[in-house]
């Protein structure tokens, strides 16, 4: 089965950096667009940033555009989320997802499109 696993997160002063990593097992990963997802204490989930299995298309919320900067290896079946500049805002746990089918004609935002999802890793930024 399609599994999802986040590494990464942790505590990080305002200004600072981390990168998420999420290692992918149980397809065939290039073929599937891949998203980052956060959620807040007492927040819904929402959308920080895809990317497609064409690996140059690439979609992020505006809340996060020019900060952060997700990519993908094929080869390690991984994809990464690196987040600079955090601010305290960013604090959230933040997951993993792939979408349900392959070969997808465009990167697409809402969590229900997403069919498979990580653990989630905290991320807590510091003011």
């Known amino acids: 089965q399609v599994q999802l696993v986040e590494s990464g997160g942790g505590l990080v002063q305002a200004g600072g950096s981390l990168r998420l990593s999420c290692a992918a097992s149980g397809r065939t990963f290039s073929n599937y667009d891949m998203g980052w997802f956060r959620q807040a204490p007492g927040k819904e989930r929402e959308f920080v940033a895809a990317i497609s299995w064409i690996v140059s298309n690439t979609d992020y919320a505006d809340s996060v555009k020019g900060r952060f900067t997700i990519s993908r290896d094929n080869a390690k079946n991984t994809v990464y989320l690196q987040m600079n500049s955090l601010k305290p805002e960013d604090t959230a746990v933040y997951y993993c997802?792939?979408?349900?089918?392959?070969?997808?004609?465009?990167?697409?935002?809402?969590?229900?499109?997403?069919?498979?999802w990580g653990q989630g890793t905290q991320v807590t930024v510091s003011s």
């Open positions: 997802a792939s979408r349900r089918g392959p070969y997808t004609a465009w990167i697409l935002t809402g969590p229900s499109e997403y069919g498979y």
